[in-house]
């Protein structure tokens, strides 16, 4: 592999791509819609690096991270790829948009996957003229530190890109489990559906944010708690994945008037400084 791909650059593409420049000795290109979500991908990966740098990493090797990153608006810069992950924002038309323009760009058999926290891989793969070869590999965040990649067989998919997504996912020393192509795959369909409870019992003044946090860490045993989760996650994509689960599989996903509020107020979670919790500044 000597040319790895990345189309988004915010929080999860941001992460998959330092997650490739630390772990493979090969090129990231990561492309951006514009200048400033160009610059603002870079910052994100540069924050990366510099916390590892702060703990320690020698410059050496940070400084190889870094090389390893070129940065571009243009799609057309993925012609040479070896292999593309597409993680931009959660949606249906958006993503068989991208995958489309990747499918002309980047020869097959070559990899295409999907960061996708639940929609269709057959949906997505149906925008191409080879579906063969477009996979989701769902990731988690952070990226860097969370070992789980859910890897999604779309109708299409064949058994050499199921064995190319994993032997990737291994390089990067991540796990995977293997999930056939269903609304919201495995680990999305129940986080969201606790997730959606959650808020529910928040609109309905059944308990603060911080005890049902507190319940379900104390109670559950979980390291963090929902509102903790959402603010990870940023309400905003939260709120994208809730619509597109609520579009397939009904009620139980319903998106909650209360996150849209929080998204129209600018309320996004850690990024912007404010979510369900306030932070010191956006992270
Ligand atoms: N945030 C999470 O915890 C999480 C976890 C797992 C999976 N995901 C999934 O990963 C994907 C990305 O989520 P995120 O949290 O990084 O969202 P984000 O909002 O942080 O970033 C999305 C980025 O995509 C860029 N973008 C939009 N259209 C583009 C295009 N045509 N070409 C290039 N870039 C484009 C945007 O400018 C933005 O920077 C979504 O499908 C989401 O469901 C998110």
């Given at each position: 592999m000597r040319t790895v791909g990345v189309v988004g650059g915010g929080l999860m593409g941001a992460g998959i791509a330092f997650s490739v420049a630390t772990k493979m000795d090969c090129k990231v290109v990561l492309r951006e819609v514009s200048a400033n979500a160009v610059s603002a991908a870079k910052q994100r990966f540069d924050g990366m690096v510099q916390r590892a740098a702060k703990k320690g990493t020698p410059a050496e090797l940070t400084d190889k991270w870094v090389s390893r990153m070129q940065y571009t608006t243009e799609l057309?810069?993925?012609?040479?790829?070896?292999?593309?992950?597409?993680?931009v924002?959660?949606?249906?038309?958006?993503?068989?948009?991208?995958?489309a323009d990747l499918d002309r760009i980047v020869p097959a058999p070559k990899l295409l996957c999907s960061n996708t926290?639940?929609?269709?891989i057959s949906m997505?793969?149906?925008?191409?003229?080879?579906?063969?070869?477009?996979i989701g590999t769902h990731f988690f965040n952070p990226v860097s530190v969370m070992k789980l990649v859910e890897i999604v067989t779309?109708?299409?998919t064949s058994q050499e890109t199921i064995a190319a997504a994993r032997s990737f996912c291994e390089q990067l020393g991540k796990e995977t489990i293997l999930v056939r192509d269903f609304p919201g795959f495995v680990v999305t369909r129940i986080g969201q559906a606790m997730m959606a409870e959650a808020v529910r019992c928040l609109e309905q003044g059944v308990a603060s944010a911080e005890d049902i946090d507190r319940g379900m860490r104390l109670g559950y045993n979980y390291p963090i708690g929902p509102f903790e989760l959402i603010d990870l996650i940023g309400v905003d994509t939260e709120l994208r994945v809730?619509?597109?689960?609520?579009?397939e599989m009904g009620e139980t996903f319903r998106p909650s008037p209360l996150m849209k509020s929080m998204v129209a107020a600018g309320h996004l979670g850690r990024k912007s400084g404010r979510g369900f919790y306030e932070y010191k500044k956006a992270e």
């Amino acid at each position: 592999m000597r040319t790895v791909g990345v189309v988004g650059g915010g929080l999860m593409g941001a992460g998959i791509a330092f997650s490739v420049a630390t772990k493979m000795d090969c090129k990231v290109v990561l492309r951006e819609v514009s200048a400033n979500a160009v610059s603002a991908a870079k910052q994100r990966f540069d924050g990366m690096v510099q916390r590892a740098a702060k703990k320690g990493t020698p410059a050496e090797l940070t400084d190889k991270w870094v090389s390893r990153m070129q940065y571009t608006t243009e799609l057309d810069a993925f012609s040479q790829a070896d292999m593309v992950v597409e993680a931009v924002f959660e949606n249906l038309e958006l993503k068989r948009k991208v995958f489309a323009d990747l499918d002309r760009i980047v020869p097959a058999p070559k990899l295409l996957c999907s960061n996708t926290s639940g929609i269709s891989i057959s949906m997505i793969g149906g925008a191409t003229q080879h579906p063969e070869r477009v996979i989701g590999t769902h990731f988690f965040n952070p990226v860097s530190v969370m070992k789980l990649v859910e890897i999604v067989t779309g109708l299409a998919t064949s058994q050499e890109t199921i064995a190319a997504a994993r032997s990737f996912c291994e390089q990067l020393g991540k796990e995977t489990i293997l999930v056939r192509d269903f609304p919201g795959f495995v680990v999305t369909r129940i986080g969201q559906a606790m997730m959606a409870e959650a808020v529910r019992c928040l609109e309905q003044g059944v308990a603060s944010a911080e005890d049902i946090d507190r319940g379900m860490r104390l109670g559950y045993n979980y390291p963090i708690g929902p509102f903790e989760l959402i603010d990870l996650i940023g309400v905003d994509t939260e709120l994208r994945v809730m619509q597109s689960m609520f579009e397939e599989m009904g009620e139980t996903f319903r998106p909650s008037p209360l996150m849209k509020s929080m998204v129209a107020a600018g309320h996004l979670g850690r990024k912007s400084g404010r979510g369900f919790y306030e932070y010191k500044k956006a992270e």
